[in-house]
């Protein structure tokens, strides 16, 4: 579809100018400190915001580290145990017309961020 091409296109060039690893690089102190893998940051940070961009991005880890790597049994954990939160959020809310989120956004990211803090300590 078109809308995945573009998802991966805005991915990949994110990526080849630099601008993913800046932001991995603004975590790096915070994924030090929990003993996380900083090249699983990418994974997390758009497992949330696109299951697209989170698939292209998964494969990519796959292929640089190999799925039996600590980092891609890291990664793997992510893949299963998080949701596309925005988009999950937005489409199924709007499709019964709720207004009020209120406690869905913040309690979803937090279970993300918890798949992501646990992922090197289940593997």
Request: proline share 7%.
């Amino acid at each position: 579809t078109p809308a995945l091409i573009a998802l991966i296109v805005a991915v990949n060039m994110l990526k080849n100018s630099g601008g993913l690893e800046v932001v991995t690089n603004i975590f790096a102190p915070v994924c030090n400190f929990l003993k996380i893998p900083k090249e699983i940051t990418p994974l997390a940070i758009l497992s949330p915001i696109s299951g697209s961009g989170a698939i292209s991005m998964f494969e990519t880890i796959l292929k640089e580290h190999g799925p039996d790597s600590f980092i891609g049994r890291c990664a793997s954990i992510i893949m299963g145990s998080t949701e596309t939160t925005f988009y999950a959020i937005t489409l199924y809310y709007s499709s019964i017309k709720i207004k009020k989120t209120r406690h869905t956004l913040p309690s979803a990211l937090c279970a993300d961020f918890t798949s992501f803090i646990l992922s090197p300590r289940i593997v």
